[in-house]
T-cell receptor, first 113, second 112 residues
Framework: DAGVTQSPTHLIKTRGQQVTLRCSPK?????VSWYQQALGQGPQFIFQ???????QRGNFPDRFSGHQFPNYSSELNVNALLLGDSALYLC????????????FGQGTRLTVV | GQQVMQIPQYQHVQEGEDFTTYCNSS?????IQWYKQRPGGHPVFLIQ?????EVKKQKRLTFQFGEAKKNSSLHITATQTTDVGTYFC????????????FGAGTQVVVTP
């Protein structure tokens, strides 16, 4: 049983560009959450998708958007990249939205130059 | 907005010693979860606490949820080198259902 898989594992982009990160949840999970983790910090909640809709959102600008597909996989899009967007982007899947453990993927390391 | 704070930020422990890390929330939580992240790895779920005053044990790890559901602690006894990593608490409120707010973590270094 594959866990949460994310692609790509590493990415280098130029300021102003756009990026799409992908996540396949653990088998049987229907909820996907995205987090941004800067070096030495805790994961910061970006948003959560359930039933193909954004259900919760953290304090991130509209440049951050997402999508969930019928097979529960998800994408995170970031437009107009800034140097400060450089971070590890983590996808977590769960069964349901609340009282349930989250399984994290290995993350995508994004570097903006 | 909701804030989750963890202390200490760093914890150097001699192998075999005990230590405790603390988590405090500015708001009442519906539940709290603890995760461990090894260097270069991703967060891995350890435990979830839901009830006021709840205590759960996992071998050498003891987790507590405060009576007011605004604080939590993780106590590790007889620390081993395998305990190295960063321990995060993450809380959720009923107002922001599904949104896990992580603390900054306690980075644990174990000296043999």
């Amino acid at each position: 049983d594959a866990g949460v898989t994310q692609s790509p594992t590493h990415l280098i982009k130029t300021r102003g560009q756009q990026v799409t990160l992908r996540c396949s949840p653990k088998s049987g999970h229907d909820t996907v959450s995205w987090y941004q983790q800067a070096l030495g910090q805790g994961p910061q909640f970006i948003f959560q998708y359930y039933e193909e809709e954004e259900r919760q959102r953290g304090n991130f600008p509209d440049r951050f958007s997402g999508h969930q597909f019928p097979n529960y996989s998800s994408e995170l899009n970031v437009n107009a990249l800034l140097l400060g967007d450089s971070a590890l982007y983590l996808c977590a899947s769960s069964l349901g939205r609340g009282y349930t453990e989250a399984f994290f993927g290995q993350g995508t390391r994004l570097t903006v130059v | 907005g909701q804030q989750v704070m963890q202390i200490p930020q760093y914890q150097h422990v001699q192998e075999g010693e005990d230590f405790t890390t603390y988590c405090n929330s500015s708001t009442t939580l519906s539940n709290i979860q603890w995760y461990k992240q090894r260097p270069g790895g991703h967060p891995v779920f350890l435990i979830q606490l839901v009830k006021s005053g709840e205590v759960k044990k996992q071998k050498r790890l003891t987790f507590q949820f405060g009576e007011a559901k605004k604080n939590s602690s993780l106590h590790i006894t007889a620390t081993q080198t395998t305990d190295v990593g960063t321990y995060f608490c993450a809380g959720m409120t009923t107002d922001s259902w599904g949104k896990l707010q992580f603390g900054a973590g306690t980075q644990v270094v174990v000296t043999p």
